[in-house]
């Protein structure tokens, strides 16, 4: 790995430490002779996807939006390698919670074309299948929570009479979702690891699970483990404002796909939300 660093990058390494990333891969930090400093993932084993698939998804942040994002030097499907964004090690303050709501409300204010992507992507480790749709609740239904409720029963992670719960749930999604007047482009996987903080402003997203879908969705995934809270929302709400129901039950419904990737990667502890959520409107 450090003479394809060496070799692609054009100087030599002259530091090393270790950097948590988890899912199989390991995590480095990099220092460069020539003042670079870069994060590394490397792929361990086949059970990890191609690394190139999240370079790409960070290109098209990149290309598509205004959010800080690492720029990408090596991309194989073992070795990814980007800028290493420094923080500060504090918490998410007021002051970063309204400037990630400016940010991420300009990402999801251009609009697109179609739901999902120009091709399949990811979510942790997990597959995102993400084909053109011209309506979101159907998608969602589709290729978001049935796709997900239906790969963890597959792997025994999700009971029968729960999954067909959550199908019903799905026949019934048009009575509580909204269509937004057009697809716009997420992050995905917006949880307090993936936000870089430094001072009072947001340094940087990372570990993006992108696709086009209705911004609340996104903003759901902010509140699962207290990401993001008033101040984004109200700041948020002041660029672009949130339809009437969202934090009563629409938060909660979006909120059962994360939870679902969870049940995937971590086990049944996370049963229990699905449970409450689906109890909640009588299913």
Sequence with gaps: ?????????????????????????????????????LAVKARQGPAHADLRLEAYMLGELAHHSELPVPAVHIADPDLLVMDFIETDGG?????????????????????????????????????????????????????????????????????????????RLGERLGDYLI??????LLHGDLWTGNVLVRGDRIAGFVDPAIYCGHPEIELAFTTMFGTFGRVFFDAYGALRPLE???HELRLSLYNLYPTLVHVRLFGSAYLASIERTLVRIGL
């Design 1 to 37: 790995m450090k003479d394809l660093i060496e070799k692609a990058l054009g100087s030599r390494v002259v530091a090393l430490s270790p950097l948590p990333v988890g899912f199989g891969l390991a995590g480095y930090k990099l220092g460069l002779a020539d003042g670079r400093t």
């Design 91 to 167: 918490g998410v303050s007021s002051s970063a919670e309204r400037h990630a709501a400016e940010l991420i409300a300009r990402l999801h204010a251009m609009p697109r074309r179609s739901f999902g992507y120009a091709r399949d992507t990811l979510i942790g480790p997990l597959p995102q299948p993400n084909p053109e749709a011209s309506l979101w609740i159907p998608f969602f239904r589709e290729h978001r929570l049935l796709a997900m409720a239906r790969a963890a029963h597959a792997e025994g992670c999700l009971a029968a009479k729960l999954l067909i719960r959550l199908e």
């Design 179 to 184: 269509e937004p007047p057009a697809p716009s």
């Design 244 to 246: 009437p129901g969202f």
